[in-house]
């Protein structure tokens, strides 16, 4: 059994551009959420997806936008990439309330 | 403000050795508790939670916390550490276990075990 997959596990982007994240989650988990995690620092949640709806956002700005799909995969997008936005991105998704099951993140470079 | 404070960033123990990891919190409500750990390259797996009940909590590879309420704290131990062990701990805090909540990390806490 396939747990959380995120792609690309690695990629870099410049100053302005776009990026979109991939997450696949663990077999019958139905919510995903994402959580930004710079260096040093712990995870940031972003936001999270049920039935294909944004049900929770943090303090991040409308530049992050997301995606879920009818089989329960998800985006993560941002726009107008910022040097500050330059982290390793996690993805966790749930089923009804259960534990959280993290993904090994994308890590993306701003340059 | 909701946060959660992890007061060592760096922590080096011996071998067989016990720990202790620090974790404070500031919730309005009743909190939802939880311990992760993270591994280099890996994504971050669950060590315990707490929720209510019996403030002493176990959780895998040996480990536990305990949930002081006065002290507004949540501290991980383990009796005897691994070299395994090695890695990157956070506490985070929540407002349910339902799917929905965000919960709030702490900066980690880097732990190296030396032979």
């Known amino acids: 059994d396939a747990g959380v997959t995120q792609s690309p596990t690695h990629l870099i982007k410049t100053r302005g551009q776009q990026v979109t994240l991939r997450c696949s989650p663990k077999s019958g988990h139905d919510t995903v959420s994402w959580y930004q995690q710079a260096l040093g620092q712990g995870p940031q949640f972003i936001f999270q997806?049920?039935?294909?709806?944004?049900?929770q956002r943090g303090n991040f700005p409308d530049r992050f936008s997301g995606h879920q799909f009818p089989n329960y995969s998800s985006e993560l997008n941002v726009n107008a990439l910022l040097l500050g936005d330059s982290a390793l991105y996690l993805c966790?998704?749930?089923?009804?309330?259960?534990?959280?099951?993290f993904g090994e993140g994308s890590r993306l470079t701003v340059l | 403000a909701q946060s959660v404070t992890q007061p060592d960033i760096h922590i080096t123990v011996s071998e067989g050795a016990s720990l202790e990891l620090r974790c404070n919190y500031s919730y309005g409500a009743t909190p939802y508790l939880f311990w992760y750990v993270q591994s280099p390259g890996q994504g971050l797996q669950l060590l315990l939670k707490?929720?209510?009940?019996?403030?002493l909590v176990q959780g895998i590879k040996g480990f536990e916390a305990e949930f002081k309420r006065s002290q507004s704290s949540f501290n991980l131990r383990k009796p005897s550490v691994h070299w395994s062990d090695a890695a990157e701990y956070f506490c985070a805090v929540g407002a349910s276990f339902q799917a929905g909540t965000a919960l709030i990390f702490g900066k980690g806490t880097t732990l190296s075990v030396s032979s």
């Open positions: 707490y929720f209510s009940g019996d403030t």
């Open positions: 997806y049920y039935e294909e709806e944004e049900r």
């Open positions: 966790a998704s749930s089923f009804l309330g259960g534990e959280l099951f």
